[in-house]
């Protein structure tokens, strides 16, 4: 049972989930790309940060699965750079064209930059050469690395002006404990204090994070020990400006298996390196910094589809949209106790020319919006004021939490979830919600919309249509016509004595409700 009180407001919400990422930047100003984001800028509580990889590679800036490039930067015969915001800007374009905000990635190290004697011994041309691995080269030339940083702030500040680019997000490299970097953790901390100078001596108060590791925590304490009082490689001083942390966790982790033993990512696994990063940065004095977890995901592997790994198949159904309430809900709790703002990155996007229902990790499959981005559709009608909701019981056959929100019009918000790791489970359970504070009302109505097997859920039509790989005329458009946020019922009349409101419903394993208890215009 729930007891929710209308009355009594308990913070703020924060709407902390409005970032967005993935690897192949060319994608996004792609006309699937900009249909996509425009669907996010429709929600409610636009504006959307969108990360990217590749900004800053060389190649023939042709979107590849896993690969990017814009081509900013080269060099002329004499070593001289050449810049070329050409492709580059489309990207940035593409964002504020549809009303988002970039959360720009200072990566990967450009062809004519990249330290070629950390590349591995190739028989290849050099593109391939760099492909393989030269775009995670230290530079060659940490003042040219310095200028090329210079360069790109100048660009933003003269394209688009001093306080649109002041509201970005600005992060160096991704997960440099793993192989996007084949410098030692000192050569990373190097680069990181080459760029904060260039940074910020063109514009102070741009945000800059770091390090956006992948798995190590070691790295992560490290790094936070050189900024708080290392040397610092470009200026000789001690300690480096870091304006908030970022780092990646994920609920587990999938490789190539046609055949493999059923697995299924879980929540506590990612709550759990969480709280390791908060540790780390308490104990270094970090603890007034925002933290962005520039990667929060359910597994490692978003270009990965059910068909390298059936155990995929969870992101096409509504499992994918009750682990990330479920756990952007522990966030949001983590993030009180700690008292440090915690912001997930959802690691999703689209791929092009994929067949229907893919698996792989993203918000839409031929068009089709997933489970996944119906839950964005309800985050995005929430208010920012919540209100006390205390839960009685959580006993069950799956994890059941939930919040309440005051919405803009005062209506009362409630949010249902219901998630267990496994995504086979079945079974339902009786969720009862007890709301008090509506004395004043003359009548009362409430809406439900719901994401489980049966509704907000294109993917059961798209089975019930026999799976067809690429869908087509009717059959396309009865598949598209669920994927939507659908009502779980009809809106009711709803009585109340002494002040209460009781409403009780059905909750499946895997599920997410949206309530909302508003003033009933035909009973005034």
Same mark, same amino acid.
């Given at each position: 049972m729930f007891e929710i009180d209308t009355c009594e407001t308990t913070g703020d919400l924060e709407h902390s989930w409005r970032f967005i990422g993935y690897d192949e930047c060319n994608y996004t100003y792609m006309p699937e790309g900009m249909d996509l984001l425009k669907k996010f800028a429709s929600l409610g509580d636009a504006p959307y940060f969108f990360r990217t990889h590749f900004m800053f590679c060389t190649g023939n800036s042709y979107p590849t699965m896993k690969f990017g490039s814009t081509n900013l930067y080269s060099e002329d015969a004499e070593g001289n750079p050449i810049y070329n915001y050409e492709y580059f800007d489309r990207v940035i374009d593409a964002y504020l064209a549809a009303g988002a905000k970039p959360f720009i990635e200072f990566g990967f190290m450009?062809?004519?930059l990249a330290d070629e004697n950390y590349l591995p011994p190739q028989d290849n041309a050099k593109l391939q050469d760099y492909k393989i691995a030269g775009w995670a080269c230290p530079p060659k030339d940490y003042d040219k690395w310095h200028d090329l940083i210079t360069n790109v702030i100048c660009h933003l500040r003269d394209t688009y002006g001093e306080k649109e680019i002041s509201t970005w997000y600005y992060e160096l490299w991704n997960e440099p404990d793993i192989f996007y970097w084949h410098g030692s953790n000192q050569e990373y901390f190097k680069l990181y204090d080459y760029t904060e100078k260039a940074v910020h001596e063109v514009l102070p108060q741009l945000r800059l994070g770091g390090p956006a590791i992948a798995l190590s925590m070691g790295f992560l304490d490290s790094f936070l020990k050189h900024c708080k009082s290392g040397v610092n490689y470009c200026t000789?001083?001690?300690?480096? /400006?870091l304006d908030y942390v970022t780092f990646h966790v994920k609920g587990g982790g999938f490789s190539f298996n046609l055949t493999p033993p059923k697995q299924n990512p879980t929540v506590e696994m990612l709550l759990d390196a969480v709280k390791a990063g908060l540790d780390i940065m308490v104990k270094n004095g970090f603890a007034d910094r925002e933290l962005v977890l520039s990667e929060a995901d359910?597994?490692?592997?978003a270009a990965g589809s059910m !068909?390298?790994?059936?155990?995929?198949?969870?992101r096409n159904t509504e499992y994918y949209? %009750? !682990?990330?309430a479920y756990t952007y809900d522990k966030l949001e709790k983590l993030s009180e106790s700690y008292k440090i703002p915690i912001r997930p990155l959802a690691w999703a996007f689209f791929f092009p020319g994929e067949r229907c229902f893919e698996g792989t990790r993203t918000f839409t499959t031929q068009g089709i919006n997933k489970a996944i981005f119906n839950l964005f559709k309800i985050y995005g009608q929430l208010g920012d004021k919540k209100l006390r909701c205390e839960m /009685?019981? %959580?006993?069950?056959v799956s994890d059941v939490g939930g919040y309440a929100v005051?919405?803009?019009n005062r209506e009362t918000q409630i949010v249902i979830y219901s998630h267990n790791n496994d995504r086979e489970?079945?079974?339902t359970r009786e969720i009862r919600l007890e709301i008090s504070g509506h004395c004043e009302a003359q009548g009362l109505k409430v809406t439900h919309h719901r994401i489980d097997g049966e509704h907000s859920n294109a993917y059961a039509q798209w089975l019930k249509e026999g799976s067809p790989l690429y869908p087509q005329g009717e059959q396309y458009e009865r598949i598209k016509l669920c994927d939507r946020l659908e009502e779980h019922h009809a809106p009711t009349a709803v009585s109340y004595a002494d002040n209460k409101v009781s409403i009780a419903f059905a909750m499946p394993a895997h599920g997410v409700s949206l309530l909302v208890v508003s003033e009933d215009a035909k009973a005034s």
């Open positions: 450009p062809m004519d000789g001083a001690v300690g480096t /400006k359910p597994d490692g592997w !068909y390298d790994n059936p155990n995929l198949v969870f949209a %009750s !682990y990330v /009685k019981d %959580s006993r069950g005051q919405g803009e489970l079945a079974g």
